[in-house]
């Protein structure tokens, strides 16, 4: 049978749009957030509710075709897209049910965490995330989810309840502690690998106003600002987080003109605690060295989430490198101060986010999460409009990896990776691998769903 012929079978089983390279739209619609990436698939299969994920995935398989799964479409690999295949957009379902009483919310897994945050904080309540509001919830999620409130309150999928989900072979099933519990293990944590999630179910938490902002500090002070929050991040009180960062200061008016365009380190903070004392527990490491710029303050936790996102829109050029780190050792230190003083374009950034508290009251074996010993999850992005800056950005990130993987834990958080190799896939689920391997040939036995970092049936 002729494609066009099976996508005219398709067609009256789907509520949504197939868009082929002919139709209008499809352009904008292939795109994805790392303008990285450029690949054009076949057909891209927009639904809407989940009996068109389920017609989409029972004709990818029977037409063989290399299928994509697509939310937000921010994932740093590009690996939400192919070419010459079946992409599976799920950006059209956008349902949000919160149920205050329970302290929950459903959510459809075309969401992207800013539509969650506009839905959950009227109730005074937040789930954790990320830390750019236009990510998409499912790809976050799936990965394991690292942001703001990952110290108070755990991974994203530390409060995950349940998931509806699409398998391989089209069927549809439930996934929590009760019903396939095998497979709520492995999502927790293994990516997109074991099926298409229509729905997520949630834990809120008492989240509203938080205390926030940055503390920046001249490069030439990294040494000892990076002792000095090593220490601070294993005694803070669960309700503080801050993560460390090496950036260029954007010249934007939330910051002084004169700081515009210098190279910093900084520590970007988030506390759930009452202000006087998220002020009084975080005072010692934002009095260490001499801060050029210190501004901590209330805002509500939706205006935190989303404060980046301008600096961020589609369309970047985005090369991603990352790893977990049980310490910052010393040995670490002059690494990070030569790569920051080398940053190469002003939005190329390292981050390390704290990943102790909550999370290590999790055991590494709990979920498919592997890294639950470690303190920090680092990463080093690439960044720059310019397509011709992409060597550049590329060769910097690369260098500074490099250079920083033997001080690692050896794996990385799956949604910072770009494709990178079976061997690195292996090292980021660690000893977890085995069992998801044994998972996936119980659900995906012939690896349908191998855009993603892959984890290959055992």
């Known amino acids: 049978m002729s494609m066009q012929k099976a996508v005219e079978q398709l067609i009256p089983q789907f509520r949504g749009n197939i868009l ?169 944590g293994g990516g997109g690998n074991f099926g298409v999630v229509t729905s997520f179910l949630f834990r809120l938490h008492p989240v509203s106003t938080v205390s926030a902002g940055p503390t920046f500090w001249p490069l030439d002070q990294a040494p000892e600002v990076i002792k000095a929050y090593r220490e601070f991040i294993v005694q803070a009180p669960e309700d503080v987080s801050g993560f460390l960062a090496f950036m260029i200061v954007p010249p934007v008016p939330l910051f002084p003109e004169h700081l515009h365009n210098q190279k910093v380190c900084a520590v970007i903070w988030c506390s759930t605690a009452a202000p006087d004392k998220a002020e009084k527990t975080t005072r010692p490491m934002r009095s260490v060295g001499t801060p050029l710029l210190d501004h901590v303050g209330p805002m509500p936790f939706p205006a935190l989430q989303s404060l980046f996102d301008p600096l961020f829109p589609p369309g970047l050029q985005m090369y991603w490198r990352a790893d977990f780190h049980q310490e910052l050792s010393d040995a670490s230190i002059p690494v990070h101060q030569k790569y920051a003083q080398q940053i190469p ?39 720059d409009p310019d397509p011709k800056n992409k060597e550049v950005i590329t060769t910097w990130t690369k260098e500074y990896f490099d250079a920083l993987h033997p001080h690692s834990a050896g794996g990385a958080y799956v949604n910072f990776m770009m494709e990178e190799g079976q061997e690195r896939v292996r090292a980021s689920f660690g000893e977890n691998y085995d069992r998801l391997a044994r998972i996936k040939k119980q659900y995906d036995p012939t690896n349908f769903f191998r855009m993603n970092q892959n984890i290959r049936p055992a």
């Not at 994932?75 to 599976?88: E, H, K, P, R, Y």
């Not at 089209?170 to 519990?181: D, F, Q, Y």
């Not at 999790?362 to 979920?367: C, E, I, L, N």
């Open 20 to 188: 082929t390279p002919s139709d209008e739209g499809y352009e904008a619609a292939r795109r994805v957030h790392n303008g990285m990436i450029d690949k054009h698939p076949k057909l891209i299969a927009r639904c809407l509710d989940a009996a068109d994920v389920v017609a989409a995935v029972r004709f990818g398989h029977a037409n063989g075709m290399l299928t994509a799964i697509r939310g937000g479409g921010h994932n740093a690999g590009g690996l939400g897209t192919c070419d010459d295949g079946l992409v599976i957009d799920l950006s059209g379902m956008k349902g949000i049910q919160v149920d205050p009483a329970a302290r929950t919310v459903r959510v459809e897994g075309g969401c992207v965490w800013a539509e969650v945050d506009r839905a959950t904080h009227p109730f005074g309540l937040a789930t954790p995330s990320g830390t750019v509001s236009s990510t998409g919830v499912g790809g976050l999620t799936l990965g394991g989810g690292i942001g703001h409130l990952t110290r108070t309150f755990g991974l994203t999928i530390d409060n995950l309840l349940g998931a509806d989900m699409v398998l391989a072979d089209g069927s549809r099933v439930t996934a929590n502690e009760k019903e396939n519990p095998n497979l709520f293990w492995a999502i927790r």
């Open 345 to 383: 374009t002003g939005l190329s950034l390292a981050h390390l986010y704290p990943i102790n508290g909550a999370v290590h009251r999790v055991g590494m074996g709990d979920t498919a999460f592997r890294y639950r010993d470690c303190l920090v999850a680092g990463v080093t992005v690439g960044i």
